[in-house]
């Protein structure tokens, strides 16, 4: 199947600095990257789509001034956490849909592998 | 908006059947998706349904209703590894591709 990397896996920051997580289809292109949080033993929370070339669209509730997302290729989105809390310490999961070929299937969403913040 | 329905938690005894369910109430519906999360990792597709019926894939099979709002999952033979979260998405019906889950049910396979 189609694969999605994230990076990092995790990443441990002090509070009020801004962190980057970088999002990669490796074998498809994908004119839409989604990104979600998960909070311990709870679902997933959609908080953007990302669609290249154009901003993003945030979910209600969800500052788009702290959580900035850049999806500069087709390849490529990016959510930078700015001003970090703990209270953002979560697991940020990125997901890619595929634009074209055998990919396409069900319109489905492939998920890459989320990476874990941790605000102190 | 959407909401979704699952039971939190399920306990299967390995060799056996479980079945998942899932409801759901939207303004809008264009499929939906079952998902395994093992902890700690991200969410790997499982089956998907827009039309009402059966959908059947190895141990795993999915059934949709429409009119009812109603999903399940069947999981047979239950293994060990099968012990994780399985999660209900529902598609919007906009061209978006956007995905509400469920909360999830974590299901414990015990020997």
């Known amino acids: 199947g189609a694969v999605v990397s994230q990076h990092p896996s995790w990443v441990i920051c002090k509070s009020g600095t801004s962190v980057k997580i970088e999002c990669r289809s490796l074998d498809f292109q994908a004119t839409t990257m989604f990104w979600y949080r998960q909070f311990p033993k709870q679902s997933l929370m959609l908080m953007a789509t990302s669609n290249e070339g154009s901003k993003a669209t945030y979910e209600q509730g969800v500052e788009k001034d702290k959580f900035l997302i850049n999806h500069a290729s087709l390849t490529l989105s990016t959510l930078t956490v700015t001003s970090a809390h703990p209270e953002d310490s979560s697991f940020y999961i990125c997901?890619?849909?595929?634009?074209?070929?055998?990919?396409?299937?069900?319109?489905?969403?492939?998920f890459g592998p989320g990476t874990r913040l941790t605000v102190l | 908006g959407q909401n979704i329905d699952q039971p939190t938690e399920m306990t299967a005894t390995e060799g056996a059947i479980v079945q998942i369910n899932c409801t759901y109430q939207t303004s809008g519906f264009n499929g939906l998706f079952w998902y395994q999360q093992h902890a700690g990792e991200a969410p790997t597709f499982l089956s998907y349904n827009v039309l009402d019926g059966l959908e059947e894939k190895g141990r795993f099979s999915s059934f949709l209703s429409r009119s009812k709002g109603y999903s399940y999952l069947l999981l047979k033979e239950l293994q060990m590894k099968d012990s994780a979260s399985y999660l209900c998405?529902?598609?919007?019906?906009?061209?978006?591709?956007?995905?509400?889950f469920g909360t999830g049910t974590q299901l414990k396979v015990e020997l």
């Open positions: 998405a529902v598609r919007d019906a906009g061209g978006g591709n956007k995905l509400t």
């Open positions: 997901s890619a849909r595929g634009s074209s070929g055998r990919y396409e299937t069900y319109n489905e969403q492939f």
